[in-house]
C-alpha cells in the first residue's frame, strides 16, 4: 500500500480544512488507517482512527466533536474532515495504515502503523 496525503494549508482559527489520503494497492479495503500529526518539536501523535469497515473510529480527546475520519472504499481515500480548527492544531499531518487485515477496533497507538503517507501541512493561524 502506499499513500498519498493532501487537503493541507493555512486557515484562520475556526475554520475548516478536509483532509485527504490516497491510498494505492489492494490492501486498503481491509486495513485500519488512521491520521496523525506532528508539531514542531513535539511527538507525533495519533489524531484518529477507523477500522476496516468505517464502523469503528476513535478520536483523541482534544479533537473529539471538532473532527471526523471517515473513509471510501470504493475510491481508496480516507479522510479527515477538522472543523473549528484551533492554532494549536497546526502540525503536519500524516495518515498511515495498519497492515493487520480485519482489525475491528482501530488501535489508538504508533506500534501498529507501518504504512505512512509523505506528510501535509496544516497551519492555523490566531
Known amino acids: 500500500v502506499q499513500l498519498q496525503a493532501s487537503g493541507g494549508g493555512l486557515v484562520q482559527g475556526g475554520g475548516s480544512l478536509r483532509l485527504s489520503c490516497a491510498a494505492s494497492g489492494r490492501l486498503f479495503s481491509s486495513n485500519a488507517m488512521a491520521w496523525f500529526r506532528q508539531a514542531p518539536g513535539k511527538e507525533r501523535d495519533i489524531v484518529a482512527a477507523?477500522?476496516?469497515?468505517?464502523?469503528?473510529?476513535n478520536y483523541q480527546d482534544s479533537v473529539k466533536g471538532r473532527f471526523t475520519i471517515s473513509r471510501d472504499s470504493a475510491k481508496n481515500t480516507l479522510y479527515l474532515q477538522m472543523n473549528s480548527l484551533k492554532p494549536e492544531d497546526t502540525a503536519v499531518y500524516y495518515c498511515?495504515?495498519?497492515?493487520?487485515?480485519?482489525?475491528?477496533?482501530?488501535?489508538?497507538?504508533?506500534?501498529?502503523?507501518?504504512?505512512w503517507g509523505q506528510g501535509t501541512l496544516v497551519t492555523v493561524s490566531s
Open positions: 477507523i477500522n476496516w469497515s468505517g464502523a469503528v473510529t
Open positions: 498511515a495504515a495498519d497492515p493487520r487485515p480485519y482489525i475491528t477496533v482501530p488501535s489508538m497507538a504508533l506500534g501498529p502503523y507501518d504504512v
